[in-house]
């Protein structure tokens, strides 16, 4: 297994865009708080439209109050040309743009199929690269579509090969509404392996159905070594019914530090930001470290 991992901290976007909106203040707060933590990697803001995603309404303003950390990289969802064009003069210079590997969920998502919304990406990738920035594809539904049920392996690796194609920097794969189990990450992540070996991968698991640890320890046993996970366990997505929050960023600290795998994060901080992203949506996170607190935590007998 990796020695060391790359988290990337995705609650002030993921984990907030299923809450109900919270104050511009709040976010910039959760932002410098995360930052403060030892993760290297946040993701910040999407820039969508506000009708679409009204909790990021306020991107262009959280963005400009950030506290921004010499020691960490901030980046930003774009769902089209249009967002892509705003998180550049905002001064990004790492993009994120999702498609989804299922019809039905990318039509409820950004109105468009999965095929015209890969059209659009070489035009997007090549923007990016002349802006000076990076761009991962995000394929979402790679383990499944609350609408359509099963997704094929080969149609999630066929994204994948698309994406490269493109040009686009790195892969990522979602699992959207936690229907991944370990057998079937060891499965996507071969094929992919062996279709794309060239595409650094990372994996963004929610824990809807209890199995993101586990998907994660599965990954982990294959050399992956690059993982989203959201403070508190918050998230999910507006477009796919029952999606439940990410795997929280302090079970995932938790558990890898305990195997010897470095992740860089101070845990009781993380904790400290937890408790306040809590208090910030206004309702207990289904972070399971957050209530019993680190193995280390005793109690007096």
Same mark, same amino acid.
């Given at each position: 297994? =990796?020695?060391?991992?790359?988290?990337?901290?995705?609650?002030?976007?993921?984990? !907030? $865009?299923?809450?109900?909106?919270?104050? @511009? #203040? &709040?976010?910039?707060?959760?932002?410098?708080?995360?930052?403060? @933590?030892?993760?290297?990697?946040?993701?910040?803001?999407s820039?969508?439209?506000?009708?679409?995603?009204?909790?990021?309404?306020?991107?262009?303003?959280?963005?400009?109050?950030?506290?921004?950390?010499?020691?960490?990289?901030?980046s930003?969802?774009?769902?089209? #040309?249009?967002?892509?064009?705003?998180?550049?003069?905002?001064?990004? /210079?790492?993009?994120?743009?999702?498609?989804?590997?299922?019809?039905?969920?990318?039509?409820?998502?950004?109105?468009?199929?999965? #095929?015209?919304?890969?059209?659009?990406?070489?035009?997007?990738?090549?923007?990016?690269?002349?802006?000076?920035?990076?761009?991962?594809?995000?394929?979402?539904? &790679?383990?499944?579509? =609350?609408?359509?049920?099963?997704?094929?392996?080969?149609?999630?690796?066929?994204?994948?090969?698309?994406?490269?194609a493109?040009?686009?920097?790195?892969?990522?794969?979602?699992? /959207?509404?936690?229907?991944?189990t370990?057998?079937?990450?060891?499965? !996507?992540?071969?094929?992919?392996?062996?279709?794309? =070996?060239?595409?650094?991968?990372?994996?963004?698991?929610?824990?809807?159905?209890? /199995?993101?640890?586990?998907n994660?320890?599965?990954?982990?046993?294959?050399?992956?070594?690059?993982?989203?996970?959201?403070?508190?366990?918050?998230?999910?997505?507006?477009?796919?019914?029952?999606?439940?929050?990410?795997?929280a960023?302090?079970?995932?600290?938790?558990?890898?530090?305990?195997?010897?795998?470095?992740?860089?994060?101070?845990?009781?901080?993380?904790?400290?930001?937890?408790?306040?992203?809590?208090?910030?949506?206004?309702? /207990?996170?289904?972070?399971?470290?957050?209530?019993?607190?680190?193995?280390s935590?005793?109690? $007096?007998?």
């Amino acid at each position: 297994m =990796p020695r060391r991992v790359s988290l990337r901290e995705v609650g002030p976007r993921d984990g !907030l $865009q299923n809450e109900e909106p919270i104050s @511009t #203040q &709040a976010k910039v707060e959760l932002i410098n708080a995360l930052s403060a @933590t030892g993760l290297r990697r946040v993701e910040a803001v999407s820039f969508v439209h506000p009708k679409a995603i009204p909790q990021m309404a306020d991107a262009d303003e959280v963005w400009a109050q950030v506290r921004r950390s010499p020691d960490v990289s901030y980046s930003a969802l774009v769902p089209n #040309q249009r967002g892509l064009e705003r998180a550049l003069a905002a001064g990004f /210079t790492e993009l994120e743009v999702v498609v989804s590997a299922s019809d039905t969920h990318n039509r409820q998502n950004i109105n468009r199929t999965t #095929q015209e919304s890969l059209a659009a990406l070489p035009e997007l990738a090549a923007k990016a690269h002349e802006g000076g920035a990076t761009l991962q594809l995000i394929v979402s539904t &790679a383990w499944g579509c =609350p609408y359509e049920g099963e997704v094929p392996v080969e149609r999630v690796v066929w994204v994948a090969r698309q994406g490269m194609a493109a040009g686009i920097d790195s892969l990522a794969y979602g699992d /959207t509404t936690g229907m991944a189990t370990p057998t079937r990450v060891v499965q !996507l992540v071969g094929e992919t392996r062996s279709a794309v =070996p060239d595409l650094p991968l990372g994996l963004h698991f929610h824990n809807t159905r209890g /199995t993101g640890l586990a998907n994660l320890y599965a990954a982990l046993q294959l050399g992956v070594d690059d993982f989203d996970a959201a403070v508190a366990g918050l998230g999910g997505c507006p477009y796919a019914p029952g999606a439940s929050g990410n795997i929280a960023t302090e079970e995932v600290v938790s558990m890898l530090e305990d195997m010897g795998v470095e992740t860089g994060v101070d845990l009781d901080a993380l904790l400290e930001v937890a408790e306040m992203a809590e208090r910030f949506v206004g309702h /207990t996170a289904p972070s399971q470290v957050l209530r019993a607190g680190p193995r280390s935590r005793t109690v $007096q007998a």
